[in-house]
């Protein structure tokens, strides 16, 4: 079970890397095969809404055929299929479809793992092992940075993304073999998602949950990249080294994340006083903009810093789902969470493009990182009536 578990991670670590790696493949891109900044946009937002959208019969499919062939299946034709589309794009419209396959192919992934986790430990341990297997697996967020930007000036876009296809591919045949799934209790109670949609415990934490990956996944997946190199200039190897720093911030987030509800006694209040970090940061851009490019990466790396309470969200509101809905609750705070973010993400192009018409790049730039920021502060609002629960 334990090298199952490190492919699944392996697999989510994948994950990582394709969701955040337009950020440093957008000039390429568009030098390339003509993507626009929108484009882009629109083709993250629906790599997160058909991740978010997969979880539903993800959930469904935890419970009833469990993790082993959920994860390798999908993971083996949507994610390594995906990336074989994307490495022969010729045009926006290929990229598009080639994220909503890797989103489809990437959602089992982390779910698959949570639900082993849910199933083989102790609930008091699961907040950290979720942390730690987010932290692990954001190695995926720091390749498609510096790494990334390396490979593709070395070897070219297409034959770096078409050698993630075969990783990805073997990856998924790894799981398949070595993943086994949990022994279900015997006497199981039936339920369904509905039961879980009753209980008014669930609603604030799914609100959160909607809201805090939103920042840190927009910025660092997208918009770090134009943001750097239209108001400061930044060329490729400093786009790498930026998208670098932020991805760091991120993996140590998720591991300052992990254990904070044991070492707090709370798992409400490290998530309120975090994001309420990131919400402050976002408005920052706006009000008071930072004058120069390193400040701008320190701005971003806080935030990504503040902004990896994701494990510890789900950790949260798993302490409230009943053992027989274990998959299909993990799985719903994940539509909840990939959900949010791929509707911030979708919806930042048409917004940026609107206000750079009107304001400018600074302006139009500052206007849209406060924006995530006011979500942020609208989520927590409703979060501040959640019942707490202890690691």
């Keep these: 079970m334990r090298a199952g578990i490190a492919f699944l991670i392996v697999a989510y670590m994948l994950s990582q890397f394709y969701r955040a790696f337009l950020a440093v493949l957008a000039p390429v891109l568009a030098q390339d095969i003509g993507t626009t900044t929108g484009d882009l946009a629109r083709a993250s937002g629906l790599w997160f809404a058909a991740f978010a959208l997969m979880q539903l019969p993800v959930g469904w499919a935890l419970d009833h055929i469990g993790p082993r062939r959920t994860a390798s299946i999908l993971f083996a034709l949507g994610g390594a299929g995906g990336a074989a589309l994307f490495a022969m794009a010729q045009g926006p419209g290929a990229i598009t479809v080639a994220m909503i396959l890797i989103g489809i192919g990437c959602a089992p992934v982390l779910m698959s793992t949570y639900y082993i986790f849910a199933r083989e430990f102790s609930a008091a341990i699961f907040g950290t092992l979720a942390g730690v297997t987010v ?26 993304v078409g050698g993630f296809a075969v990783f990805t591919l073997l990856i998924a ?3 398949a073999l070595l993943v086994r799934d ?41 918009w770090i990249s134009p943001y750097i190199a ?45 994001n309420l970090g990131v919400a402050l940061l976002c408005l920052s851009f706006w009000i008071l903009p930072p004058s120069g490019l390193w400040g701008a990466v320190a701005l971003f790396a806080v935030i990504g810093l503040l902004g990896a309470s994701y494990p510890i969200v789900i950790s949260h509101g798993r302490s409230f789902c009943p053992p027989h809905l274990t998959g299909r609750g993990v799985t719903l705070l994940n539509l909840f969470g990939m959900g949010g973010a791929g509707v911030m993400q979708f919806a930042s192009g048409p917004v940026y493009a609107g206000l750079v018409g009107h304001s400018g790049a600074n302006v139009a730039y500052g206007q849209l990182f406060a924006l995530f920021g006011l979500v942020i502060l609208l989520g927590l609002s409703v979060y501040l009536f959640a019942r707490d629960s202890t690691g």
């Excluded at 415990?201 to 805090?212: D, E, G, R, T, Y």
């Design 135 to 160: 932290g692990v697996s954001s190695l995926g967020n720091i390749l498609s940075t510096a790494p990334l930007a390396w490979a593709i000036e070395n070897f070219g876009w297409r034959e770096t």
């Design 182 to 222: 949990p022994k279900k209790p015997e006497g199981e109670a039936k339920g369904s998602l509905l039961d879980l949609l009753r209980m008014p415990a669930m609603w604030p934490i799914l609100i959160m949950m909607f809201v805090c990956y939103a920042p840190a996944a927009g910025l660092r997946g997208l």
């Design 230 to 274: 239209d108001i400061h200039g930044a060329a490729l190897d400093q786009i790498g080294a930026a998208t670098l720093v932020m991805g760091l911030a991120m993996v140590l987030g998720n591991f300052l994340y992990g254990p904070a509800d044991r070492i707090f006694h709370s798992r409400k209040w490290p998530i309120l006083i975090g």
């Design 173 to 175: 045949l790894a799981i």
